[in-house]
């Protein structure tokens, strides 16, 4: 299970921290990343980190940073100098998970919600 949290309501050009925690008895998780959907648009990546390597969508690259806490469990997305596009629901994401159920694919968290005030 992934469990989100930070979203709110922000002024523009401000700045969030959004984080995203696995749970379950988990025992090993290589990819979290963070995809975002505002309405009437497809869900986009924002970022992704693993073990080794970390990726950033196009839009928020020089503003976003996302970094992971050292039990490989919870992973840290800063936002800065955000802008009213960036107004969205924020999803946590991992494509596989292996926790004391097996294996699982394809998690996503519950959404959090970011609002970007002009």
């Known amino acids: 299970q992934l469990q989100a949290s930070g979203g709110g309501l922000v002024q523009a050009g401000g700045s969030l921290i959004l984080s995203c925690t696995a749970s379950?008895?988990?025992?090993?998780?290589?990819?979290m990343g963070w995809y975002r959907q505002a309405p009437g648009k497809q869900r986009e990546l924002v970022a992704s980190v693993t073990t080794d390597m970390i990726n950033y969508g196009d839009f928020l690259k020089g503003r976003v940073t996302i970094s992971r806490a050292k039990d490989k469990n919870t992973v840290f997305m800063q936002m800065n100098s955000l802008k009213p596009e960036d107004t969205a629901v924020y999803y946590c994401h991992s494509p596989l998970v292996y926790s004391g159920r097996g294996y699982e694919y394809d998690l996503w968290g519950q959404g959090t919600l970011v609002t970007v005030s002009s």
């Open positions: 379950g008895s988990v025992v090993s998780i290589n990819t």
